[in-house]
């Protein structure tokens, strides 16, 4: 008998894409998790246990092995920076992180970036050769040029609604984002069957929607 792959899915809006790429790929998971306030969904009839995390999460209960397999996005990668092995593009809540500011933005003396994105926004700034301070925000990252608390922010941009109803600006976009499938390094090499066939089956029907 297959041991159990333990799944660590982002809770919000990864998750219902994710849901219905796994179900593509025939794999009947539940579409929707939000009404529940369980966090593990034993999935025995696939050998498989949901952990329903919050997104910048995922990454960390997959490098300590409580999950096998992960789903997060490039941006919480890129960010948090764990030592999980890369393995699939889910191709899945696309969007991309930018530099962002009011459309008169000039350079001052002293520039602040606001962001949820600290370690990103220093490296970009850094290899650009800009000194910035970066201050860490949580959410509604669009308000700090608004009313003063930063020149400049480091955001994601999908439709470019958020930026367009708060008057605000693309300056340079830093990298594309994405949702990838994760693993655990040791989880990988014991149990590379199960974890490889999902790939499997995930792969073709990204490539079939390519
Ligand atoms: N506007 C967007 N369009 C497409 N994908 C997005 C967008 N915003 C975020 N994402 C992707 O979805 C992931 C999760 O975002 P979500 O808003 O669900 O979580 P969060 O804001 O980190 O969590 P929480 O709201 O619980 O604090 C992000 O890490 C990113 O990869
Ligand atoms: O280009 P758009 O389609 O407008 O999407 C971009 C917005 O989506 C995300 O915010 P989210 O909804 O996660 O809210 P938050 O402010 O709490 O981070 C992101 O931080 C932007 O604000």
Redo the contacts with the bound molecule.
Sequence with gaps: MAETLKVAM??????KKASALFREAGLPIPEEVDESRKLVIPLPELDMEFILA???DVPTFVEYGAADIGI?????LMEENRDVYELLDLGI???RMSVIGLPDWKPGIQQRVAT?YPNVASQYFREQGQQVEVIKL??SIELAPLIGLSDRIVD????GQ?LRENGLVEMNSIFE???RLVANRVSYRMKNGQIQSLCDRLQKVISASE
């Design positions: 982002p809770k919000g809006r990864i998750y919050k997104p910048v997060v996005g490039k941006d919480v809540a696309r969007c949820k949580n959410g994601m941009v999908e439709t958020t984002i994405t949702s």
